[in-house]
């Protein structure tokens, strides 16, 4: 006859098992491995040419930044230069 504190410990260790396999079948397999992949649109390889801007004339550009990897890729900070 088991004595209760080897029950205990059979159960303990079940549910530790259960918890370990129910977190894994939860973790996307890939989750870990797919670093941040950042790109601007439209491509600017760390300046963008304005052309020939007249005084008083206004001229814009619309930038885009997507993230196609697996992660977050943590804070950006973006300045703007006169």
């Known amino acids: 006859m088991k004595t209760p504190a080897r029950i205990l410990t ?3 260790f079940a ?3 259960s918890f370990v ?3 894994a079948l939860l973790t ?3 989750a870990r491995s797919r ?3 950042i790109a601007w649109s439209p491509s600017a390889n760390g300046t963008f040419d304005y052309g ?3 005084i008083e004339q206004t001229v814009s550009q ?3 930044l997507t993230n196609s990897g697996g992660s977050a890729s943590g ?3 973006i300045s703007h230069l006169q």
């Open 10 to 12: 059979t159960l303990l």
């Open 15 to 17: 549910a530790i098992a």
């Open 21 to 23: 396999l129910g977190l």
């Open 52 to 54: 020939m801007v007249n």
């Open 28 to 30: 996307p397999i890939n």
């Open 62 to 64: 619309q930038f885009t």
């Open 75 to 77: 804070m950006l900070s």
């Open 35 to 37: 670093p941040p992949m």
